[in-house]
T-cell receptor, first 110, second 113 residues
Framework: KQEVTQIPAALSVPEGENLVLNCSFT??????LQWFRQDPGKGLTSLLL???SQREQTSGRLNASLDKSSGRSTLYIAASQPGDSATYLC?????????WGAGTKLIIKP | KAGVTQTPRYLIKTRGQQVTLSCSPI?????VSWYQQTPGQGLQFLFE???????NKGNFPGRFSGRQFSNSRSEMNVSTLELGDSALYLC????????????FGPGTRLTVL
C-alpha cells in the first residue's frame, strides 16, 4: 500500500531564505509525482508535476526533484516571499489514484 | 476560461440525512475526480468519472456515490450521513482520464451535526 510522508509538518522562515520541503513514498511504482499548494479557504493549485521518467522540474523560483529508487522528492523554493505562505502537499499517482501526503505548512515571515 | 466551480460552498446537515454536492468542470474537461479532506486523514481520493462512467474508486463505503452527466458536470452523494463525514470535499477536473494536470475547485465544506 502506497504511503506518502511529508517532513516537516510545519516550517517558519524569514523572507528571502531558500528552503526545501521533503516528500517520501513507500512504493516506487508511481506514474508521476505532483506538488500542490493550498491556501486557506481555497482549493489546491498545481505547482509542479514530475513524470516517473524525469528527475526534476522547474517553474520560476520552484524546483522539484524526484528520486524514485529512494522514494523521495524535494521541493526547493528560492528567495522565499510572504506570498509563498501556504500548505504544500505532494501527491503520487499510484494505481490510477492520487495518494497524498499530509502537507507542510509554510510560513514566511516578512 | 472559468475555473472549476462547486456548489454549495458550505453545507450543514444532521446525522442520517443525505447530501448532494455539485461540481462543474472547466469547459472542455471530460474527467472529474472527487476528494475528501479532513484534519485527521488528510486528502483521500473518492472516485473519478470520465465520459459518464466511474473509472476508479477509492476506499470509501458505498454510502458515497457519484455520477457524471453528458456535459461532464458531476454530482457526489453521501447517504446516511455520519459525524465523521464532516470534511472539505474537493472536486478536480482534467482534460482526459488520468491527465497530468488536475484543476481544483474551492471545495464544499460539509458539517454534520
Amino acid at each position: 500500500k502506497q504511503e506518502v510522508t511529508q517532513i516537516p509538518a510545519a516550517l517558519s522562515v524569514p523572507e528571502g531564505e531558500n528552503l526545501v520541503l521533503n516528500c517520501s513514498f513507500t512504493d516506487s511504482a508511481i506514474y508521476n509525482l505532483q506538488w500542490f499548494r493550498q491556501d486557506p479557504g481555497k482549493g489546491l493549485t498545481s505547482l509542479l508535476l514530475i513524470q516517473s521518467s524525469q528527475r526534476e522540474q522547474t517553474s520560476g523560483r520552484l524546483n522539484a526533484s524526484l528520486d524514485k529508487s529512494s522514494g523521495r522528492s524535494t521541493l526547493y523554493i528560492a528567495a522565499s516571499q510572504p506570498g509563498d505562505s501556504a500548505t504544500y502537499l505532494c501527491a503520487v499517482d499510484s494505481n490510477y489514484q492520487l495518494i497524498w501526503g499530509a502537507g507542510t505548512k509554510l510560513i514566511i515571515k516578512p | 476560461k472559468a475555473g472549476v466551480t462547486q456548489t454549495p460552498r458550505y453545507l450543514i446537515k444532521t446525522r442520517g440525512q443525505q447530501v448532494t454536492l455539485s461540481c462543474s468542470p472547466i469547459s472542455g474537461h471530460r474527467s472529474v475526480s472527487w476528494y475528501q479532506q479532513t484534519p485527521g486523514q488528510g486528502l483521500q481520493f473518492l472516485f473519478e468519472y470520465f465520459s459518464e462512467t466511474q473509472r476508479n474508486k477509492g476506499n470509501f463505503p458505498g454510502r458515497f456515490s457519484g455520477r457524471q452527466f453528458s456535459n461532464s458536470r458531476s454530482e457526489m452523494n453521501v447517504s446516511t450521513l455520519e459525524l465523521g463525514d464532516s470534511a472539505l470535499y474537493l472536486c478536480a477536473s482534467s482534460l482526459e482520464l488520468r491527465a497530468d494536470t488536475q484543476y481544483f475547485g474551492p471545495g464544499t465544506r460539509l458539517t454534520v451535526l
